[in-house]
């Protein structure tokens, strides 16, 4: 089944011990991005890549580090996290390397940071 | 002013009435354009693509006006299950902008 996954889906922890959010996908996508979604300000994209070790920031990216070793993985990281932090963040990857194409998105991640 | 703005709504319409949402963007570089369904905090779904010659699936249709830098959603013959929130999306440079989104009740 192609899908995206994330994990973990719930997470709660403290300021400052650094997390990984993982996100993986099996469609082959080139176009993989991370979001957050806050109530009153919807979808925002915190970084996003284009291809395997190609990414860029998004209009959010304070605070937070992505890498892209391998095509189908795209980890999410907060070195030290902070309150602000608190959301519901989403992966998502599309076909080609610009973004044009229909997002898949993974279920989310709720995260608390306390 | 945001790039991508949305009327929130929410719209509350009875069962098999028609109806429209619009979204306008401001960036002119805006390349593609979509509009997409969440549902309750769930991961937001394609519901179609948007291009300048309109198109059309099912009951739903989507226009897209690049002169006035508005897309559009009409909804015809609305059903229960059409409630969600609606969220018009915008490519450009690269980047996915994402407009607040606009909420629809459908009433039975």
């Known amino acids: 089944e192609a899908q995206v996954t994330q994990n973990p889906r719930y997470l709660i922890t403290v300021t400052g011990k650094k997390l990984t959010v993982t996100c993986s996908q099996n469609m082959n996508h080139e176009y993989m991005s991370w979001y957050r979604q806050d109530p009153g300000l919807g979808l925002r994209q915190i970084y996003y890549s284009m291809n395997v070790e190609v990414t860029d920031k998004g209009d959010v990216p304070e605070g937070y580090k992505v890498s892209r070793k391998e095509k189908r993985n795209f980890p999410l990281i907060l070195e030290s996290p902070s309150p602000n932090q608190t959301s519901l963040y989403f992966c998502?990857?599309?076909?080609?390397?610009?973004?044009?194409?229909?997002?898949?998105f993974g279920p989310g991640t709720r995260l608390t940071v306390l | 002013r945001k790039e991508v703005e949305q009327d929130p709504g929410p719209f509350n319409v009875p069962e098999g009435a028609t109806v429209a949402f619009n979204c306008t963007y401001s960036n002119s570089a805006s390349q593609s354009f979509f509009w997409y369904r969440q549902d309750c905090r769930k991961e937001p779904k394609l519901l179609m693509s948007?291009?300048?010659s309109g198109n059309e699936d099912g009951r739903f249709t989507a226009q897209l006006n690049r002169a006035s830098q508005y897309i559009s959603l009409l909804i015809r013959d609305s059903k229960l299950s059409d409630s969600a929130t609606y969220l018009c999306v915008v490519n450009r440079d690269d980047k996915i902008i994402f407009g607040k989104g606009t909420r629809l009740h459908i009433l039975p």
């Open positions: 998502a990857s599309s076909f080609g390397t610009s973004g044009t194409g229909e997002q898949f």
């Open positions: 948007v291009y300048s």
